[in-house]
C-alpha cells in the first residue's frame, strides 16, 4: 500500500512515497535554511512564501521518483502540527487539495509521531511497545509509545528544547544557524570539561530545563570576553570555541541519557528509540549506545537523514494511522499547538 506523506511545518516543504509503512520508495526534500541563515533563525513569513513555490513541485518529484501517479496512492498522509502554522497551512492546503481532487483518504500527522516513525523505515524488526527520546527543535521528550498510534508523555521540557538550546548556544558563540550541526562538529576537538556547567533535575520529576544552563554558559562566554577585553586578547584565546561546545553538548546529553535511563528501568521497557533532530548529535548517540549496553536494552537509531524533517516519517506514520482510521476532510485545520496523545481536533 502507497501513503503519499507531505510535511511542511518548519523550513522544509518535502514529499515522500512509502510502501506499506516500512519503505522508502521516493523522499523529496526542499529546504529554505539556507534563506534564514542569514537572519539567525527561521523567520515564518519567509518560510512560508517558500513553501508555496516548493509544495507543488516537490510533490511531483516524489511521484514520479516512486514512478507512480497520484491515483496508485491508498491516502494522502500530512503534517498537520505542530509546527510554524503559516508553513503547516501550506502542506495541509496541497494535501485537501490533492484529496478533494483524487477522492484519496486524507489522514492528519503528528509531527512528533513522525520523528518517532521515521525508525520504522529503518528497523523492520521494531514494533511498540517502546520509549522514545524525542529531541527537536521546539521539543524535548521521554514518551511511551504503547501503539503505533498510542502514546504517553512522561517527561517533557519545562522550559527550552534541547535542539533551541543548541540553537540559542551556537549562534551566541559566533557559530551560526543551524547551531546543533555545528556544535556537534566543533565539539569534536574541544574539552566536555572545560567548563563546570549547572544539569538541572527536579527533585519529584524527571522532566528537563536546558535554560539555566543556556544562561550559565552565556555567563561564561561573557565573563571570557570581558577579560580578552581587559588584556587585549581574543576569548578565542581565553576559551575556545571547542570547549564552549563541548562542554555545552555533554551537559544536554548527559541529562537526556541520565532521564531516558531512569524512566527506562521504571517502566521496564527493553527498546529505547532516539527520534528528532537532535538524535543526529554524534556524543548523544554515543552515550546512548553506552547506556542501552550497560542495561542490556536495545537501542534503535534514525539513520542520520531520516533525523531531522522529512516527508518519509509522516508517510510511515500515515501509514499506521490509515490502517487505525484516522480520516480528516476537508474542514481540517492545522494546528501551531497540539499534544502528541490527543485528538487533533479536542
Ligand atoms: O526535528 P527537527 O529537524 O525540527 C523540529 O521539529 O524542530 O529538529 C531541528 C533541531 C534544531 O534545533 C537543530 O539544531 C537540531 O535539531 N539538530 C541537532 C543536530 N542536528 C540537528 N542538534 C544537535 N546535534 C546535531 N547533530
Ligand atoms: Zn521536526
Not at 533563525?41 to 497520484?70: M, T
Not at 480528516?328 to 481536533?345: I, V
Amino acid at each position: 500500500m502507497l501513503i503519499l506523506g507531505i510535511e511542511s511545518s518548519c523550513d522544509e516543504c518535502c514529499a515522500a512515497v512509502i510502501e506499506d509503512g516500512r519503505h522508502i520508495r521516493s523522499n523529496g526534500i526542499r529546504s529554505s535554511a539556507a534563506i534564514h541563515e542569514k537572519y539567525g533563525g527561521v523567520v515564518p513569513e519567509i518560510a512560508s512564501r517558500e513553501h508555496l513555490l516548493a509544495v507543488v513541485p516537490v510533490i511531483e518529484e516524489a511521484l514520479n521518483a516512486a514512478q507512480c501517479q497520484l491515483s496508485d496512492v491508498e491516502a494522502i498522509a500530512v503534517t498537520a502540527g505542530p509546527g510554524l502554522i503559516g508553513s503547516l497551512l501550506v502542506g495541509v492546503s496541497a494535501a485537501k487539495a490533492l484529496a478533494a481532487a483524487s477522492g484519496k483518504a486524507l489522514v492528519p500527522v503528528h509531527h512528533l509521531a513522525g520523528h518517532v516513525a521515521a525508525n520504522y523505515l529503518a528497523h523492520p524488526e521494531l514494533k511498540p511497545p517502546f520509549l522514545a527520546l524525542l529531541c527537536s527543535g521546539a521539543h524535548s521528550h521521554i514518551i511511551h509509545v504503547k501503539t503505533y498510534t498510542e502514546y504517553c508523555i512522561l517527561a517533557r521540557t519545562r522550559d527550552d528544547a534541547a535542539g533551541e538550546a543548541f540553537d540559542k548556544i551556537a549562534r551566541e558563540i559566533g557559530l551560526g544557524y543551524p547551531g546543533g550541526p555545528k556544535i556537534d562538529r566543533v565539539s569534536k576537538t574541544g574539552q566536555p570539561d572545560a567548563l563546570d556547567l549547572p544539569r538541572t533535575h527536579f527533585k519529584d520529576s524527571l522532566d528537563f530545563s536546558f535554560s539555566g544552563l543556556k544562561t550559565a554558559v552565556l555567563n561564561k562566554v561573557h565573563q571570557a570576553e570581558q577579560q580578552a577585553r581587559r588584556e587585549g586578547r581574543q576569548r578565542e584565546d581565553i576559551l575556545s570555541t571547542a570547549d564552549i561546545a563541548a562542554s555545552f553538548q555533554e551537559a544536554v546529553c548527559r541529562v537526556l541519557i541520565d532521564h531516558l535511563g531512569q524512566i527506562a528501568e521504571q517502566c521496564e521497557e527493553k527498546q529505547i528509540v532516539l527520534a528528532g533532530g537532535v538524535s543526529a548529535n554524534s556524543r548523544l548517540r554515543e552515550l546512548a549506545g553506552q547506556l542501552c549496553k550497560e542495561k542490556k536494552l536495545e537501542l534503535y537509531l534514525p539513520p542520520i537523514e531520516l533525523c531531522t524533517d522529512n516527508a518519509a516519517m509522516i508517510g510511515a506514520q500515515g501509514y499506521y494511522e490509515y490502517l487505525a482510521g484516522t480520516r480528516a476532510d476537508l474542514r481540517l485545520n492545522p494546528r501551531s499547538q497540539w499534544e502528541l496523545g490527543t485528538a487533533l481536533l479536542s
